[in-house]
């Protein structure tokens, strides 16, 4: 059976359609959504709309979590150097984000697990147990292995730090599928994983990038020329203090 990961699309549709029409290409037998589904894009309603209405299983992210976990975002960026980036997120992102999306849509992303395991494959957003923290790229196979292997999948696939890779330790493997919005590799294109037994491959897809800094800034999303650098160079930019 091959499955394919689409994990942090943050609220880009039109990446997200640029992965669904590759999506038509390579045919998987199953897509499953990686969590993350908002925050960072000019249309969460949309992303949310338009994969519920493709029937993708899936997980929840992060993002997803921080629309009922205000006490977590507090704790998650509480050092001095995220002083910026926490005043957004509590002051507009989740502000924005509720009004956009509505109750309905937020009580579908609660209802979300943190794991979702089928036929030998498990995805989660970051850990199993919390969306929030995961392995970094560099992650030596001892953490890979403590944190991944009780799933007791052969393949793990998740997402979170937007960079991807494929690793092998012994019996498991462990893929991050990347992201299709705001990759940090380097590599500006949306990125997702397709598993198929033993082989896994990370798919790169272009997309019109200029067309959704468009977007946000006609939103005048307060964060469009953060994000626009970001989407431009495919990495993380520290957000201006």
């Given at each position: 059976?091959?499955?394919?990961?689409?994990?942090?699309?943050?609220?880009?549709?039109?990446?997200?359609?640029?992965?669904?029409?590759?999506?038509?290409?390579?045919?998987?037998?199953?897509?499953v959504?990686g969590?993350?589904?908002?925050?960072?894009?000019?249309?969460?309603a949309?992303v949310i709309?338009?994969?519920?209405?493709?029937?993708?299983?899936?997980?929840?992210?992060?993002?997803?979590?921080?629309?009922?976990?205000?006490?977590?975002?507090?704790?998650?960026l509480?050092a001095?150097?995220?002083?910026?980036?926490?005043?957004?997120?509590?002051?507009?992102?989740?502000?924005?984000?509720?009004e956009?999306?509505?109750?309905?849509?937020?009580?579908?992303l609660?209802s979300?697990?943190?794991v979702?395991?089928?036929?030998?494959?498990?995805?989660?957003?970051a850990?199993p147990?919390?969306?929030?923290?995961?392995?970094?790229?560099?992650?030596?196979?001892?953490?890979?292995?403590q944190?991944y292997?009780?799933l007791?999948?052969?393949t793990v696939?998740?997402?979170?730090?937007?960079?991807p890779?494929?690793r092998?330790?012994?019996?498991?493997?462990?893929?991050?599928?990347?992201?299709?919005?705001?990759?940090?590799?380097g590599?500006?294109?949306?990125?997702?994983?397709?598993?198929?037994?033993d082989?896994?491959?990370i798919?790169?897809?272009?997309?019109?990038?200029?067309?959704?800094?468009?977007?946000?800034?006609?939103a005048?999303?307060?964060?469009?020329?953060?994000i626009?650098?970001?989407?431009?160079a495919?990495?993380?930019?520290?957000?201006?203090?």
């Amino acid at each position: 059976m091959r499955i394919a990961v689409v994990s942090d699309v943050h609220a880009n549709l039109t990446a997200l359609e640029a992965v669904i029409a590759d999506l038509a290409n390579t045919a998987p037998d199953l897509v499953v959504n990686g969590g993350d589904l908002l925050s960072g894009g000019s249309r969460p309603a949309e992303v949310i709309d338009r994969i519920r209405g493709l029937g993708w299983p899936g997980v929840r992210g992060n993002t997803d979590e921080m629309l009922w976990r205000r006490d977590q975002v507090e704790a998650t960026l509480a050092a001095p150097h995220f002083a910026s980036l926490k005043k957004m997120v509590l002051g507009h992102v989740i502000p924005w984000t509720l009004e956009a999306i509505g109750d309905e849509r937020r009580s579908w992303l609660q209802s979300l697990p943190l794991v979702w395991s089928h036929h030998g494959v498990a995805v989660t957003h970051a850990a199993p147990d919390d969306a929030w923290r995961s392995p970094g790229v560099k992650a030596s196979d001892e953490e890979l292995d403590q944190v991944y292997a009780p799933l007791k999948a052969s393949t793990v696939v998740y997402g979170h730090i937007h960079h991807p890779f494929v690793r092998t330790i012994g019996p498991l493997t462990v893929v991050n599928s990347g992201s299709v919005s705001l990759s940090y590799d380097g590599d500006p294109r949306a990125s997702y994983a397709i598993v198929e037994r033993d082989r896994v491959e990370i798919r790169r897809v272009e997309y019109d990038i200029e067309e959704e800094i468009a977007r946000l800034r006609a939103a005048r999303d307060p964060q469009a020329e953060w994000i626009a650098q970001m989407l431009r160079a495919g990495s993380f930019v520290p957000l201006p203090a």
